[in-house]
């Protein structure tokens, strides 16, 4: 079973930065689909940024693109999203995911493992 354990959440003003991180164990994080979404208070969750397992290739909602990173360090097995130009709108808590699909999904019911989440708030 892969576990999946996020930090570096917290609050922040308009304009400032946070960086998230999500530990993976169980499994190589290159065998796998990686994703994070975030969820407002009372609000469904979204796709926000993803990594496909065999290259790599990045994914981004257009709401974040410029301001939102995702990386992954294999030697590490770990998942970062570097949040940058933070807005109020970005306001939400943040999940880690996981699968092990043969193509990328952005679609939360695709992922088969979840992490705890993380609070991010934005004042301002």
């Known amino acids: 079973q892969v576990q999946l354990v996020e930090s570096g959440g917290g609050s922040v003003q308009t304009g400032g930065s946070l960086r998230l991180s999500c530990a993976v164990s169980?499994?190589?994080?290159?065998?796998?689909?990686m994703g994070w979404f975030r969820q407002p208070p009372g609000k469904e969750r979204e796709f926000v940024v993803g990594?496909?397992?065999?290259?790599?290739?990045?994914f981004y909602i257009d709401s974040v693109k410029g301001r939102f990173t995702i990386s992954r360090d294999s030697a590490e097995n770990m998942l970062y999203l570097q949040m940058n130009s933070l807005k109020p709108e970005d306001t939400a808590s943040y999940y880690c995911?996981?699968?092990?699909?043969?193509?990328?999904?952005?679609?939360?019911?695709?992922?088969?493992?979840w992490g705890q989440g993380t609070q991010v708030t934005v004042s301002s």
């Open positions: 995911a996981a699968n092990s699909r043969r193509n990328f999904t952005p679609l939360s019911n695709e992922y088969d493992y």
């Open positions: 169980e499994r190589t994080i290159s065998s796998l689909h």
């Open positions: 990594i496909g397992r065999s290259d790599g290739a990045k």
